[in-house]
């Protein structure tokens, strides 16, 4: 009941003058939705820049080198390196060999538009690329809804096998014909005429839309298909060129990605172990967004803490008034004293007073926060679908609170408001109940 009823003072007591306990609660509200607005922010971009990075197929490991200390001291300049010192068709081998298919090289070629007539002898213009299982596995735009993808053999075989998307089957065939396993013509401007079979279909991927602009008619639309890459170079007549920094993609669910990156790291060692001139240092795509995240908590943390500055001067404005307050119940203090009443009542009488005038300031700073974050979400989108229109519906601004933010920013006010009310609340509570009844 005690405890309830100095509730019930504090709230009569903050109510008692609303302009003078609003301007109190000021510099608690504007330094607590200062720092709900930064933290969401920060969090919202982490977020989209997760789901961004993800959307774009940024999975998998790269490589870069480090250049070795020479005889006379000096490190290699990189004008000395020649090919065979890098990365070697005979390396991405035994990588191959090594690891069984666990981890799969990124590569395409794209061999460009090829036209093809349907039944109703209808022209469908189609985008052809030779892909890897590596870049077929890694696209996170696209995924399989019928047959099977491709694979490294079909490619080793330069197998005449193709994987089309939804809008060609709908394009192509007549409504509710299956398209696997059946074979097309395809007339590839500028390479060949040749018969390939459907062995899988993928969705239309709607970035695949945005680039090329085509009409806005299904039989207009470009249609994606992919080929094996080993195909995709005997019918340009070229011979696989390893890239000096491929990109490795893990394929085995069962190890982690800092197991991946491991094993990809001991099998570069040997590799270079002889070569005296570069030393290979594998990276992971997943390892960089850890890292950007980091420096985005970090930025977004110290950002808060100059915001929370503004809560300091909040709650010396908090201890001000209730000095004041203090002074204008000295009276009702001396009574409260006289009749009774302990120090340590009186004393958590104030405290209480001061952590509801903070606690409620809390509040509204953090729905105001939060009404911040979500207009600056709203605000972005706008902007984003103004100025980039034919990516609007592939990323989105989502408005991400943060929970301990919040928690955090309640129990910082609260403590604000013990900090800062101690010490009226202790001189209130020292007062002489003579001296105070006879105060006017």
């Known amino acids: 009941m005690f405890f309830f009823e100095n509730i019930r003072l504090a709230f009569g007591a ?63 300049d990189w004008t000395d390196l020649r090919d065979e010192d890098f990365v070697t068709p005979e390396i991405i081998k035994a990588m191959k060999e090594q690891f069984n298919g666990r981890f799969l090289i990124s590569e395409t070629e794209h061999l460009g538009s090829a036209i093809i007539r349907n039944s109703k002898g209808q022209t469908i213009t189609a985008s052809v690329s030779g892909d890897s299982e590596g870049a077929i596995v890694s696209d996170s735009q696209t995924h399989l809804l019928s047959g099977r993808q491709l694979t490294e053999q079909d490619s080793e075989q330069q197998k005449n096998a193709i994987i089309v998307s939804e809008l060609f089957v709908k394009q192509y065939f007549v409504n509710g014909e299956n398209p696997i396993n059946q074979t097309i013509t395809l007339d590839i401007t500028g390479v060949c005429t040749a ?42 007549g070229k011979q696989a060129e390893t890239d000096r920094y491929p990109s490795i993609i893990l394929n085995d669910s069962t190890i982690s990605d800092a197991d991946g990156k491991e094993e990809l790291q001991a099998f570069f060692d040997q590799a270079f172990a002889n070569n005296q001139k570069l030393d290979v240092i594998v990276r992971s795509n997943a390892e960089d967004m850890k890292i950007i995240n980091i420096v985005m908590t970090v930025i977004t943390v110290m950002i808060s803490v100059i915001a929370g500055i503004s809560l300091l001067v909040g709650g010396i404005g908090v201890m001000n008034i209730m000095l004041v307050s203090i002074t204008e119940r000295t009276r009702e203090i001396g009574i409260r004293k006289a009749i009774g009443a302990q120090r340590t009542t009186i004393r958590t009488q104030f405290i209480i007073e001061a952590i509801i005038l903070c606690l409620t300031g809390g509040l509204i700073g953090i729905l105001l926060g939060l009404l911040n974050g979500i207009g600056l979400g709203a605000l972005g989108n706008y902007i984003f679908q103004t100025m980039y229109a034919e990516y609007a ?37 020292k007062l002489d109940p003579i001296e105070a009844l006879r105060y006017e």
């Open 14 to 76: 903050i109510l008692q003058n609303k302009m003078r306990t609003l301007l109190t609660m000021l510099g608690i509200i504007i330094g607590i939705s200062s720092v709900i607005t930064i933290t969401t922010i920060g969090n919202s971009l982490t977020t989209i820049l997760n789901k961004t990075f993800t959307e774009f197929g940024a999975a998998g490991y790269y490589i870069n080198y480090d250049t070795k200390m020479n005889d006379d001291g000096y490190y290699y």
């Open 195 to 236: 018969d390939f079979v459907i062995v899988g279909v993928v969705n239309h991927p709607q970035l695949f839309d945005k680039m090329l602009q085509p009409g806005t008619a299904t039989i207009d639309k470009i249609s994606m298909m992919s080929i094996p890459y080993g195909t995709a170079l005997h019918l340009l």
């Open 393 to 429: 519906d592939l990323i989105s601004i989502t408005v991400t609170p943060s929970p301990l933010a919040i928690l955090i920013s309640l129990g910082f006010s609260m403590l604000i408001g013990v900090f800062f009310g101690s010490y009226p609340a202790s001189k209130a509570a």
